[in-house]
């Protein structure tokens, strides 16, 4: 009789990875959004993707690849199965044995996907287990640019014949066939940004040259100088693709791309700003899994994410979540609303715009031209019985209060709002005219965050000779180093020389009190309210970086970009 297999609940209880309750309502997620048990375990934060993958390894007798290890990648045979296979279903060939071909998949589970191998590369087929999360990282890591951040080519050179009288004008070439050399250069430019992992591409007319910058990890990077003459052409065939008006360039200009990339669906969004040199073009990278990484992926410390799981299952009251633009807002309230999404749960969102589509969630987008405001949508959605509303942001007194009486009438209110800091929230909704007892009843939380770059795992090394200005700027002290030393970028293949890869956040979280909701109503100065918060537990951006600083995950310089203690000494960062 074959071996009962057991359970990876079970499997998870046995190594203390998980609590009974967590098994419980992990089960309860599954079962109401249709995803498997493991997913629903990481995206509510319970464990990580780590552990759930050398749990399904044990379950189905498998063995576990830690594809962090330089001796598993040196393992791995990209030449084995054909590209398509490898990006669009995110599996590694690691060699053959005795005619039969063994891949790294990340879902054992997944038995169509199986059958498809089999039959596309005609062989059978042994299986081992990594996370989904490292086997993408692999991917993109080797289809980017292994031998550095940028090539020393041009984008020009392949593209368009860099030798063509300086008199052509290549404007004729945005309406042409795909092998026109201006749609070879967009379509060259776009690919390789979304492979580099950019969150931006700017394109920016200067006086001799238009300049081509990518963003990534949050820091512009200069990939290139096109000719000038170039400029027409280039700034008309993206206008073209985004739907804008080519032959107007005086008034600002928003648009989409959508096209695929590897196999991969990518959407762009397009602005465009006239400048003294001509337009400003920025194409802004939307990837549906950048929110959809699991909240124990976001850079949470275990007790705030414990914090933040049962604020967001609160039945009533507003959470808001605050910090300039970029610094990761949006992909939280995603997360949390991808958690919340349940067939039991009726979720209404207003948006400006909306960026990410997502599967049991009624989106609604702003139209400020036809009337169809923030205040409008609001008031709409409350009349159709929403469990649980988001509100893109909280713009003035009109919205703020009427999310404020959705609160107080029994559903869960998410929003973002521009400040600097969670406490500061609370003066700013009092400076647009919120009433004191209000603002005091309905906020249950605020979140401050910032994005930060993470140190690559792969080339980091302690550093022997830190610098104790910045040390200083970030509040880490020689006791603090006693038993432990900082970490330093260094740069290889994997991260394309630059040291780091990927963002995650620090994070603040000022639950709503006694006291604070006192201060509120007695509209306080700032410093009450934050020293109130901090009594009250509250981790400040800085306690949250100077921990990660600590346990090798970024740099002081880093954290010290957006959070440093008070200093009457100014200090260059370097990024």
């Known amino acids: 009789m074959a071996r009962k297999r057991k359970k990876l609940g079970e499997i998870l209880l046995e190594w203390s990875t998980v609590t009974e309750q967590q098994v419980r309502q992990a089960l ?21 993707e780590e552990d759930i993958a050398k749990a399904l390894a044990a379950q189905f007798d498998l063995e576990y690849i830690n594809l962090d290890r330089p001796e598993a990648q040196s393992q791995i045979d990209l030449s084995l199965i054909p590209e398509d296979l490898v990006k669009r279903h995110l599996v590694l060939p690691i060699g053959t044995m005795n005619g039969r071909l063994k891949l790294i998949i990340h879902d054992p589970m997944d038995l169509e996907l199986l059958d498809l191998l089999r039959f596309r590369l005609n062989r059978e087929i042994d299986t081992a287990i990594a996370p989904k999360s490292a086997i993408k990282a692999f991917i993109d890591g080797t289809s980017g640019n292994p031998a ?29 066939g795909e092998d026109a050399p201006i749609i070879r250069l967009v ?15 700017h394109v920016e007319p200067m006086a001799d040259r238009v300049v081509l910058r990518y963003r990534i990890d949050g820091v512009c990077h200069v990939r290139d100088n ?32 959508m096209m695929p990339v590897d196999a991969e669906q990518v959407d762009f969004r397009v602005s465009a700003c006239p400048a003294y040199h001509g337009e400003s073009i920025v194409l802004r990278i939307l990837r549906s899994e950048s929110v959809k990484v699991g909240l ?16 967001i299952r609160r039945p009533n009251g507003i959470f808001l979540v605050t910090g300039p633009t970029g610094s990761g807002k949006t992909t939280t309230l995603y997360s949390a609303m991808d958690v919340l999404n349940r067939p039991d749960r009726k979720i209404i969102t207003a948006e ?53 009486q959705a609160a107080l009438t029994g ?51 302690p550093d022997p000779e830190p610098d104790h200005r910045l040390l200083g700027l970030v509040g880490i002290t020689d006791k603090d180093l006693q038993n432990q ?30 006291e604070i909701r006192e201060l509120a109503f007695r509209r306080a100065p700032i410093g009450e309210i934050r020293d109130a918060a901090a009594r009250a537990g509250m981790r400040s951006l800085l306690g949250d970086g100077k921990i990660k600083i600590l346990r090798g995950d970024t740099t002081a310089s880093e954290v010290a970009r957006f959070a440093q203690v008070e200093s009457d000494t100014p200090v260059e960062i370097d990024v």
Not at 39 to 46: D, I, T
Not at 360 to 366: P, S
Not at 429 to 452: C, E, H, N, T, Y
């Open 485 to 514: 030393s900082t970490y330093r970028a260094v740069g290889c293949t994997h991260c394309g020389d630059i040291g780091y890869h990927g963002r995650k956040a620090i994070f603040e979280l000022m639950k709503m009190n006694s």
């Open 28 to 48: 309860s997620i599954a079962d109401g959004s249709g995803k498997r048990v493991g997913e629903a375990m990481v995206e509510a934060g319970f464990t990580k």
């Open 187 to 201: 379509h060259r430019m776009i690919v390789e940004a979304v492979r580099m992992r950019a969150s931006d591409i």
């Open 226 to 257: 096109l000719p000038k003459r170039m400029q027409s052409s280039l700034l008309a065939r993206l206008k073209l693709m985004a739907g804008m008006n080519i032959a107007d360039k005086r008034i600002p200009q928003d648009g989409r791309i």
């Open 411 to 461: 559903h869960l209110v998410f929003s973002t709002l521009h400040t600097n800091d969670a406490p500061s929230a609370i003066t700013r909704l009092l400076d647009m005219g919120v009433k004191p007892f209000l603002l005091a009843s309905a906020v249950q939380a605020v979140m401050g965050q910032r994005l930060i770059r993470f140190l690559c795992e792969r080339c980091r090394e």
């Open 352 to 404: 400006d715009p909306v960026e990410y589509n997502f599967t049991g969630i009624n989106q609604c987008q702003v139209r400020e031209s036809i009337g169809l405001t923030f205040s409008a949508i609001l008031r709409a959605m409350l009349r159709q019985a929403p469990d649980i509303v988001l509100v893109g942001e909280i713009r003035d007194r009109e919205v703020a209060e009427i999310a404020i």
């Open 296 to 311: 124990q992926n976001l850079g949470f410390e275990a007790d705030t994410l414990e914090q933040f799981n049962k604020i």
């Open 148 to 176: 550095g951040m940028f090539s020393d080519e041009s984008l020009v050179t392949e593209s368009v014949d860099v030798t063509m009288d300086r008199s052509v004008d290549t404007s004729v070439d945005i309406m042409a």
